[in-house]
Every structure is written in structure tokens, then in C-alpha cells.
């Protein structure tokens, strides 16, 4: 069967704050969260399982060279955006990444009722089309399923048979909690790239070392010849 994937991408502001402060010869931060998120979407788009990917941003810089991929776009709803809740005005337990995620799922719904839904998150810039091939495979073998983080907390990948419900908590311990709603972690090895999402400049390390995609190793490359 088919699928439809769901990309939620904050956009540069802001972006992968838990990085700290990278090296002076690399890229900035929203530059990198740019290129992570091209190749976490060009990998899915080269997939033959996948009918289309759904990118859910409110940054419209980052929306453009997405659309150029082929993504679709699907705009934030108002007041989801990071920069609401920067701007001190979010709603009470305000969580901006997973109604962002929710929008995404509620399109996929509506535009593709006989797919299935992935969700995954934009960092993964090591991913794969045969990882990714894999994991849908493993996937249509259950009602909802989960990919966990490489260090088997978090949630890189919530996916779900067309048509069923599904309620996205990613964050700290999602795992537990994807994992008590019913969704079933796939049994894929820690080393899988679907797996290596960067949150820390260890896990930026990691998947330097590991091998990533065309747009992430393009910046990495023009960055290390840069002055100064």
C-alpha cells in the first residue's frame, strides 16, 4: 500500500537549539536544520511507497527549496508556530511541533484517505530509501507503529494505517507513550538511519561520521573551505 509522510520543519529561527555552540567552521544552526530537513524529504520522495510528502512549516524560506523537491506545503494553523510561543502569546500547554504534526495527519486524511500515514521528524539527514522502504514494510504489518531514536526513548517515525486516528506526543519519552497507545516499535537495528536523528552536537558527530545526504555533506563541505 501506499503512503503519505508527514514532515513537520521549524524553519531556520530558532531551529535546533539543543546544538549548542557548534564549532566556528560550521554552518549556523538554521542552515543545518535547512539541510537536514532536505534530506530527510528527498529520501522519502525517492521512495516508490511513498505517494507524496506533506511538509507542515509556517517559515516560508524554508517551505521554498522543499516545494522544489516536490513536497507538498501545508501552512501552520495560526498559533502554532514556534514563533507564537517565542512571542509569549501560545495557548495554555501550548506544543507547537505536535500540532503542527496533528494539521499535517488531518491533511493527509483529507487529500489521501486510502494511504497510509508516516510521520517523521525533519532531522534525520542520514536517512535512507532502503531504510525508509524497510520501515513502511515492517509497518503494514500492524494497525499503528513507531520507529524509536537510536537511543530508544524518543520517537523518530509514528506511522498508522489508512483511515485510523492517531495522536502525535513527540518530545522527551515519547516512546513510552506512543508505545502505550497502541503504537508497536519496529524492530530495526539502532544503527538504522531512520533512526539517527540530531538533537546534540554528539549526534551530529555520529552521523558526520556515518555518512549523510547529498545536501547536509554539500553544507558540512562548503563550510570547512569558508574564511576564517
Known amino acids: ?17 539543543r546544538l549548542g555552540d557548534l564549532p566556528q567552521s560550521f554552518p549556523a544552526r538554521g542552515q543545518l536544520a535547512e539541510a537536514f530537513a532536505l534530506d530527510t524529504v528527498a529520501a522519502l520522495l525517492a521512495t516508490s511507497m511513498v505517494e507524496g510528502v506533506l511538509v507542515v512549516t509556517a517559515d516560508l524560506a524554508a517551505a521554498a527549496p522543499l516545494a522544489a523537491l516536490g513536497a507538498q506545503i501545508v501552512a501552520e494553523e495560526p498559533g502554532t508556530a514556534a514563533s507564537t510561543v517565542r512571542a509569549g502569546v501560545p495557548p495554555a500547554h501550548h506544543d507547537p511541533l505536535n500540532a503542527a504534526v496533528r494539521a499535517g495527519i488531518r491533511v493527509a486524511h483529507t487529500r489521501f484517505p486510502h494511504c497510509n500515514v508516516a510521520v517523521l521528524t525533519g532531522d534525520l539527514p542520514a536517512l535512507t530509501v532502503a531504510d525508509v522502504e524497510t520501515t513502511l514494510a515492517a509497518a503494514s504489518a500492524h494497525a499503528r507503529a513507531m520507529v524509536a531514536d537510536e537511543e530508544g526513548t524518543g520517537t523518530t517515525t509514528l506511522l498508522a494505517r489508512a483511515g485510523l486516528p492517531f495522536t502525535p506526543r513527540f518530545g522527551p519519552g515519547s516512546r513510552a507513550t506512543h508505545e502505550a ?34 545536501h547536509t555533506s554539500a553544507l558540512i563541505a562548503a563550510s570547512q573551505v569558508m574564511p576564517g
Open 1 to 17: 500500500m501506499s503512503w503519505i509522510c508527514v514532515v513537520p520543519v521549524k524553519g531556520s529561527a530558532g531551529a535546533k537549539s
Open 181 to 214: 497507545a497502541g503504537h508497536v516499535p519496529l524492530d530495526l537495528p539502532a544503527t538504522a538511519s531512520i533512526r539517527r536523528d540530531v538533537d546534540t552536537v554528539e549526534n551530529l558527530a555520529e552521523v558526520l561520521r556515518r555518512g549523510v545526504g547529498s
